[in-house]
């Protein structure tokens, strides 16, 4: 789509040059023919470095976006970034694809649909009522129960399990929110990539990213009704017990284990090693390997258990 | 299969009688035919009473087992036993079983999948994307809302009623842990029983047991997204409210009543007729019937009121 074009759509006028815009994009990842936004004043400090060819900002950090990219100065940036959105997303199914490719010894349930566009491995099981969305690849030996549904973009690597109903890649939960309190969707353009060997329970959801991708390493064993959030990131060999939620855009070291119903907030990072008892609130980010934690707000679990013991004192 | 040809699959050796095994089973469960395993001295007692014709163990137990026992000496027994398991795993569909049957008056939706081996009894209706894995029993009366799932060896009683989205039988959060911290897939080669008058609620997950079965009582009623681990036991006419969950091989009596997000650890027993009311997390067996629970750490719920009342006096202060 022309700059002209989307300048249109965001309601300002642009008379300088036109270039073809291929996406949207973060600050930090946006390319010469990508554009960004910022809002948050937490990532104005990225607008010097960015390489996007046009940033959406609006007045206040206009004066901050630097000479490789274009200032397109609105009210809302974050609102017309989710106005733009709906026209860089991937229709649904893309009936021009190829049709989809099998490997050798794969079983596919005849009540299974695979959209055009996917690849799938060797000796993989498929069964009734899965379906997986156009350009989907996944890996050898792979198991998808009844019902799973994977939708467009997304990758599954070898070995994995995936249990009946879960729902690979369906959109993170983003909106921006305009003076009125509605709500314009932002579209979510991005995909899940699961690695090899990783089994996941039944009715579990791992959201699709915004930009980019959602990650789910090698090794990561997830059980039944899971939450996990666009753009998250989970480490090698990670457990993630049931009911466990994870917000967005949180990243996970390796072999992180998460007890039953815990979950955490937004944009944290969390070391690797660490151990969250279950019910754990975490709203911080956790920088030491190795760690027991428990309780909301979070705490050592050493702490949580003195505190227990405190409270129980309370009340005789 | 030969005990021999399990010891050489697990790059181990056998000793004593080269027993013909069926299938694995925990040391207290186990019958003949049946392979079982103990990694600690604490099964001793288990070990000399268990009835399983062959035994995976360490070293250091080879004394404790029951005069001329056939056993396999292990390294590592979890993860020979999660090995071992994968052995004894069925195929995921049976296509040598007999056409399914259904009975009189039973609906079933053209979308819906019925594998070979089901039984469907009478006056059921089976709504479309439903999927019933091979030899899966489901009773008479019974309806199963569009894309519920059964796995493979499931039984559904009478009179109940499954909701959309919910799966039965998948396998349990079951693995052994390789020093370098790799998970190993422990297979659950067992099965959910549903017994009669049971209603589940949408988009609930109920494991499979590893040996055995997790056994869902008559009368029971399950909201939706509720999690029930592997080898639990829910007594007859409990209440689970939204978004609870049972860990593995826990058992309820009867008429207990979970309120919403409550969630109970694994091992436990609770006595028939407890309540515990929204958020309760129970980490411990309790023995006392009828009492009524709150909080976590879990309290008698008179005490979490005045619990409740001294915090908010604290923050005052």
Not at chain 1, 292 to 302: E, Q, V
Not at chain 2, 131 to 147: A, E, K, Q, R, W
Not at chain 2, 261 to 270: E, K, P, R, V
């Amino acid at each position: 789509m022309d700059i002209k074009e989307i300048a249109k759509i965001i309601g300002i006028e642009y008379n300088g040059t036109s270039f073809e815009v291929t996406g949207i994009n973060t600050l930090q990842d946006a390319s010469a023919n990508e554009i960004s936004f910022v809002t948050n004043p937490k990532y104005f400090k990225d607008l010097e470095e960015s390489k996007a060819g046009a940033i959406i900002v609006n007045q206040a950090s206009a004066a901050s976006v630097s000479s490789n990219s274009i200032a397109l100065i609105v009210d809302e940036p974050y609102l017309m970034m989710a106005i733009l959105s709906k026209y860089f997303s991937s229709p649904i199914e893309d009936e021009n694809a190829p049709k989809a490719i099998m490997g050798e010894g794969t079983k596919l349930s005849q009540k299974a649909e695979i959209a055009n566009g996917a690849i799938i491995g060797k000796n993989c099981t498929i069964m009734a009522g899965v379906y997986i969305g156009s350009e989907c690849v996944i890996g050898d030996n792979t198991i998808l129960y009844p019902n799973v549904v994977v939708y467009r973009d997304c990758k599954i690597g070898s070995d994995c399990i995936i249990h009946a109903n879960t729902t690979i890649g369906s959109d993170g939960f983003g909106f921006a929110t305009n003076k009125m309190g509605q709500h314009t969707k932002i579209y979510q353009n991005g995909n899940v990539v699961i690695e090899d060997d990783v089994e996941i329970g039944s009715s579990t959801t791992i959201d699709r990213a915004v930009f980019k991708t959602t990650l789910i390493k090698k090794g990561v064993r997830i059980d039944n009704l899971v939450q996990i959030g666009h753009n998250c990131e989970i480490g090698e060999y990670s457990v993630l017990v049931s009911q466990t939620g994870l917000a967005g855009s949180s990243k996970l070291g390796r072999n992180v284990v998460m007890g039953g119903q815990s979950a955490t907030s937004g944009h944290l990072e969390v070391a690797s090693f660490n151990t969250f008892a279950a019910r754990s609130g975490i709203t911080k980010s956790i920088k030491e390997n190795g760690g027991t934690y428990a309780g909301f707000p979070l705490m050592d679990h050493k702490i949580w258990l003195k505190l227990q013991a405190k409270l129980a004192r309370l009340i005789k | 299969m030969l005990l021999s040809f399990i010891a050489d699959s697990l790059s181990c050796k056998h000793v004593g009688e080269d027993v013909e095994i069926t299938s694995m089973n925990d040391l207290s469960h186990a019958s003949a035919g049946q392979l079982s395993f103990a990694e600690h001295k604490k099964y001793t007692t288990d070990l000399q009473n268990s009835k399983a014709s062959a035994f995976l163990i360490p070293e250091n137990l080879i004394e404790a087992l029951p005069k001329n026992s056939s056993y396999i000496v292990c390294e590592n027994v979890s993860i020979s036993m999660a090995y071992a398991t994968k052995l004894f795993a069925p195929r995921k569909i049976d296509f040598k079983a007999p056409d399914p049957l259904r009975g009189e008056g039973t609906y079933i939706d053209e979308r819906a999948n019925i594998e070979d081996g089901v039984i469907i009894g009478k006056n059921s209706t089976i709504m479309a994307g439903v999927y019933l894995g091979s030899h899966v029993y489901i009773g008479d009366n019974t309806t199963i809302y569009p894309n519920a799932v059964v796995y493979r060896d499931c039984v559904v009683g009478n009179d109940c009623i499954i909701h959309g989205g919910t799966v039965i039988g998948a396998d349990g959060f079951g693995f052994s842990h390789t020093q370098a911290g790799e998970h190993i897939k422990i297979y659950q080669n067992g099965n959910v029983v549903i017994e009669d008058d049971v209603e589940i609620g949408a988009n609930c997950a109920i494991d499979r047991a590893m040996f055995g079965s997790t056994i869902i009582k008559k009368g029971v009623k399950l909201d939706n997204f509720i999690h029930i681990g592997h080898n639990c036991e829910i007594g007859e006419y409990s209440l689970f409210v939204a978004q609870s969950g049972v860990g593995g091989s826990t058992k309820l009596g009867r008429n207990c009543v979970v309120s919403g997000q409550s969630a109970f650890t694994d091992h436990l027993n609770i006595a028939p007729f407890s309540t515990f009311t929204a958020r309760s997390g129970i980490t411990k067996s309790i023995k006392e019937p009828r009492g009524v629970w709150s909080g976590y750490p879990l309290m008698p719920h008179k005490e979490w009121m005045k619990l409740q009342s001294k915090i908010a006096k604290l923050t005052k202060e």
